[in-house]
């Protein structure tokens, strides 16, 4: 139960860019929360990337900015530097990479950071990562990128599936948000939302995010919080 009510939404977007201060507003203007998990090592990073064959920024948030624009939300980590954990051979590196940008980022938002998601696409992640960090780090849940349309409760919060990601399947998410909407559960759900802030400038879709928290927000049977608050 989810302070007593059995459906939660929450949110989680990655590498902590300035296209997050649109997306916070927006969380706060209706009332809902997220998790943003950053790259302690590459705050403050200029760049750009081409996704869909459009040229947008990928600027990365100044640590000392960190704790005013997540304020409200929760902070979580994503490794110092991005890499491909599976392919990493040295244990004690997974584990440098995994900690070491959590201590960081605790003490940037001024509060112990217990949230992860695992970097980069497709399965970025295995048994012995997830092992690395559940044994050797301070870190509580870990979320993959494996979407499985499910809101049903998970085992394993190490390896942990969210429900949708929101730039392959704007409108697979709002098929499950409508359906998230009528159910009347005997049980708890989540309905768990993933991606990254600037994938909204890809295709310009930041008004149709915006429906879909209008659509999602104000519910008294639905619990709206971080990740830490729903998993845990």
Same mark, same amino acid.
């Given at each position: 139960?989810? $302070? ?14 300035? $296209? ?15 998790? #943003? ?5 590459? /705050?403050?990073? @200029?760049?750009?990337?081409?996704? @869909? ?11 000392? @900015? ?30 440098? $990479? ?17 949230? #992860? ?33 499910? #809101?049903?409760? %998970? ?33 708890? %759900? ?23 928290? %209008? ?15 729903? /998993?845990?």
């Amino acid at each position: 139960m989810f $302070q007593g009510k059995r459906k939660a939404i929450t949110f989680s977007y990655d590498d902590g860019v300035t $296209q997050d201060i649109r997306l916070a507003e927006l969380f706060h203007k209706y009332g809902m929360k997220a998790t #943003f998990n950053l790259n302690s090592e590459l /705050l403050g990073r @200029d760049g750009a990337l081409v996704r @869909d064959g459009v040229e947008i920024t990928h600027i990365k948030n100044p640590a000392e @900015d960190v704790r005013k624009i997540y304020a409200g939300h929760e902070i979580a980590a994503h490794t110092l530097t991005h890499p491909f954990l599976p392919k990493m051979e040295d244990p004690a590196e997974v584990i440098r $990479q995994v900690e070491e940008d959590r201590l960081r980022l605790s003490d940037l938002a001024g509060y112990e950071v217990v949230g #992860f998601a695992y970097p980069g696409g497709g399965v970025n992640h295995d048994k012995r990562v997830a092992d690395l960090i559940r044994e050797h780090t301070g870190i509580r849940y870990a979320r993959t990128t494996d979407s499985n349309a499910s #809101f049903d409760l %998970q085992a394993d919060l190490y390896e942990f599936s969210p429900t949708v990601y929101h730039h392959r399947d704007m409108d697979g998410m709002f098929e499950l948000g409508e359906k998230f909407l009528s159910l009347t559960p005997d049980k708890p %759900q989540i309905f768990y939302i993933w991606g990254h802030a600037y994938e909204f400038d890809i295709r310009d879709e930041w008004g149709r995010f915006e429906e879909f928290l %209008q659509m999602m927000s104000g519910k008294s049977d639905i619990f709206y919080g971080t990740n830490k608050e729903v /998993l845990l």
